[in-house]
């Protein structure tokens, strides 16, 4: 018999064959290791470590006879177990994040190299999902200039089941991000700028600064004063954003941050044009 393999169990720390002795357990309902080990295809010296762990984790049931013998609980009460173990996983490692992520940033700078690092991303979906979600780990600042493409790449992204404004604001709001953006509007993408504004308040309420600028330029992001990302378009390509650059590099950041800097002083704190603000004055 050909006993499948689910790589679903996989994902509460199963090996395959802790996964096949599982799975032929359930298709038998009882059975000892000999019958496992032959209609599993299971080595003899895997199958009773394979079903301690199986009982440790609540996933079958074992007679202490001579032989042992193994009983599969019901498929709905393995599903249930599976789902509570893979939760209890995921508290553990939410748990630990914090202190692994304050030992990463006490590593000395010069432990952490000097070397410039960059990376390309291809398409719109890719400039959201590897490069803007490094605004989703901010731990102290963000400055961010977008413009129509870049609220079209975020739209496309949050309509398509990646909430990645929701992941910015619960981190910048768990940390204390300081994140301010400027906009960059026309008169013909005023409407489009209102939409995306009305269609996230929730999302943005974390900001601490937002203004609007008629300067277009070229929409970028800073992160924690040393990654950027630079987003990339183009007239004739039909979605616009065709890629994005990211690049570790604080000489690059500051020059970028300076230039907010600037483009913030002479930015507008409102917009009469369109008559509204999500967040209100501050």
Known sequence: MRIPDSQLLAEVGLTLYERKSLITLIIFGVADAAAICKEGGIPTSKIY??????????????????????????PDAVIDRVVEIARE??????????????????LPGRVRGKHLFTDLALGAESHVKRHLTHLATAQKTIVSYMERSDLDS????????????????????????RHQVVFGFTYQTAPR???????????????????????????FHVVDDEIVVLPLYHPFVPEGRFASLLVRDRDLAKSLTDGFDELWRKAMKSLQEINFDPRGTR
Not at 94 to 103: I, P, T
Not at 168 to 174: E, G, L
Not at 195 to 210: N, S
Request: proline share 5%; aromatic share 6%; no cysteine.
């Open 89 to 106: 996983r995921a508290d553990r490692f939410a748990a630990s994040a914090g202190e692994l992520q304050r030992l990463l940033a006490s």
């Open 154 to 177: 975020i739209d496309q992204a949050v309509d398509g089941g990646f909430p990645i404004l929701r992941r910015i604001a619960r981190n910048a709001t768990d940390n204390h991000v």
């Open 193 to 219: 700028l209102l939409e995306f504004l009305r269609k996230h308040p929730a999302e943005i309420r974390h900001l601490t600064g937002v203004r609007y600028s008629g300067e277009l330029g070229h929409p």
């Open 49 to 74: 470590r394979a079903m301690e762990k199986l009982a440790l984790l609540g996933l079958v049931q074992i007679q202490s006879t001579r032989p042992k013998i193994y009983a599969a609980l019901p």
